[in-house]
Structures are given as structure tokens and as C-alpha cells.
Nanobody, 121 residues
Framework: ELQLVESGGGSVQAGGSLNLSCAVS????????MGWFRQTPGKEREGVAA????????YYSDSVKGRFTISRDYAQNTVSLEMNDLRPEDTGMYYC??????????????WGQGTQVTVSS
């Protein structure tokens, strides 16, 4: 059965960096869209970044543009999120997703278990 296995979360000081990774496990299915979403306490889940096959198009939320980079490794069927210059407002549970529609959480039907990112000031 297809599973999304996330890793790379942790606790860092503001200005630090983290690299998240998500691997599609249990299936050779290659999603058209893979993305990262986050859930902040007291707020709705929001799209952070999404990438489509072939690298033809990537999407970023306004709050992370210029700081985060999403990339896919098609051979390993993984997606990564390089997060730089982290800010306290980046704190949240980050979820890997497939079957996404850009940064719209409502379109996603399959999620990873989540990996916690905590940024302190």
C-alpha cells in the first residue's frame, strides 16, 4: 500500500535551515503533483510548496518565496523541501502530499504522517 514517509523535521533557531524529505513507499506510482503543506496551531492547513512532474512548474506560498526550494528526484520518487532563513512563523507540522492541486489543501487525498518543524526566536 502506498505510504508517504517524511523525515527531516526538528527544532532550530530563527535564521537556521532544515531539509525535509518525503519518499513514496510501497508503490511505483509517480504522482503528477507532490507538495508540502503545514498546519499551524490555531490556523487552517496551508500549502507551502508544490512541484509537478518534469519540473515544468513549481508553486510557493508568498511567505516562503525566496527562502524555500522544492525539488523532486524521480528515480527515487522523493520530494524534498530545502528551508532556509527559517522564521518562528514557519513553525508547524509539515505534511507531504500527493494528488495535490498547486497549494490548495482541499484537493489532496493522500498525506504523510507529518514531521514537526519548530523555529524559536
Amino acid at each position: 500500500e502506498l505510504q508517504l514517509v517524511e523525515s527531516g523535521g526538528g527544532s532550530v533557531q530563527a535564521g537556521g535551515s532544515l531539509n525535509l524529505s518525503c519518499a513514496v513507499s510501497g508503490s511505483t506510482y509517480k504522482p503528477t503533483c507532490m507538495g508540502w503543506f503545514r498546519q499551524t496551531p490555531g490556523k487552517e492547513r496551508e500549502g507551502v510548496a508544490a512541484a509537478y512532474v518534469g519540473g515544468a512548474r513549481s508553486y510557493y506560498s508568498d511567505s516562503v518565496k525566496g527562502r524555500f526550494t522544492i525539488s523532486r528526484d524521480y528515480a527515487q520518487n522523493t520530494v524534498s523541501l530545502e528551508m532556509n532563513d527559517l522564521r518562528p512563523e514557519d513553525t508547524g507540522m509539515y505534511y507531504c502530499a500527493i494528488e495535490c492541486d498547486r497549494l490548495w489543501p482541499g484537493a489532496t487525498t493522500r498525506w504523510g504522517q507529518g514531521t514537526q518543524v519548530t523555529v524559536s526566536s
